[in-house]
């Protein structure tokens, strides 16, 4: 069985402040990981993915993880945030030939003035 | 130009009603899914169809049954009810067991 765990429900952090949001995840096969973000009264929006290759991977608006395999993560990080960014960030693995999503249980990004 | 929609947004009702959420996706996709997301925003996987058949039925009450008339489609029907479906369902797509893209959501309140 698969499953994920994002130890911060909540991060608060000063705008232009770096952030590393954490996510460790536990499988017996191999893993497709997932960060998907969604902002206040809105619907999930996918934010980045690895599925191989590289191990790190990023997104359009400044953000980049790393799956780590031996240490079984896949970091959230990104050297400057915005207020924009304010939202809550999940995230999620699937099996190579599974169709189902296991989410973790998000962490709240608060940025501060 | 939405890829997946959902109607309604919102779906205010009273316990024991019948009420249906509906899904479309214009991706292309084979493979669609309910998700249930609740008021401590964490999402559980309901259903998945692919290819209209039904890959994916969670430990989730018969009350609730979806429909897939066709590949772009995935329709959800709940009966009689309750006040523990209040929640926000989110349906999805994705090509065979690829990327899942998410659509707005219905945000339900049972009264």
């Known amino acids: 069985a698969q499953s994920v765990t994002q130890l911060d429900s909540q991060v608060p952090v000063f705008e232009e402040a770096p952030v590393e949001l954490r996510c460790n995840y536990s499988?017996?096969?191999?893993?497709?990981l997932f960060w998907y973000v969604q902002y206040p009264n809105q619907g999930l929006q996918l934010l980045l993915k690895?599925?191989?290759?590289?191990?790190l991977v990023e997104s359009i608006n400044g953000f980049e993880a790393e799956f780590n395999k031996s240490q079984t993560s896949f970091h959230l990080r990104k050297p400057s945030v915005h207020i924009s960014d304010t939202a809550e960030y999940f995230c999620?693995?699937?099996?190579?030939?599974?169709?189902?999503?296991?989410f973790g249980s998000g962490t709240r990004l608060l940025v501060r003035p | 130009d939405t890829a997946v929609s959902q109607t309604p947004k919102y779906l205010v009702t009273q316990m024991g009603n019948d009420k249906s959420i509906k899904c479309e996706q214009n991706?292309?996709?084979?493979?669609m899914y309910w998700y249930k997301q609740d008021s401590k925003k964490f999402l559980k996987i309901m259903f998945s169809?692919?290819?209209?058949?039904?890959?994916i039925n969670e430990t989730v009450p018969n009350r609730f049954s979806p429909k897939s008339p066709d590949k772009a489609h995935l329709n959800l029907h709940i009966n009689s009810l309750e006040l523990g479906d209040s929640a926000v369902y989110f349906c999805?797509?994705?090509?065979?067991?690829?990327?899942?893209?998410f659509g707005p959501g219905t945000r339900l309140l049972v009264l």
């Open positions: 999805a797509s994705s090509p065979a067991a690829g990327t899942q893209y």
């Open positions: 499988s017996s096969v191999s893993v497709y």
């Open positions: 690895y599925l191989s290759g590289s191990t």
């Open positions: 999620a693995v699937s099996g190579d030939s599974s169709y189902k999503l296991i």
């Open positions: 991706l292309g996709h084979d493979t």
């Open positions: 169809y692919n290819n209209k058949e039904l890959i």
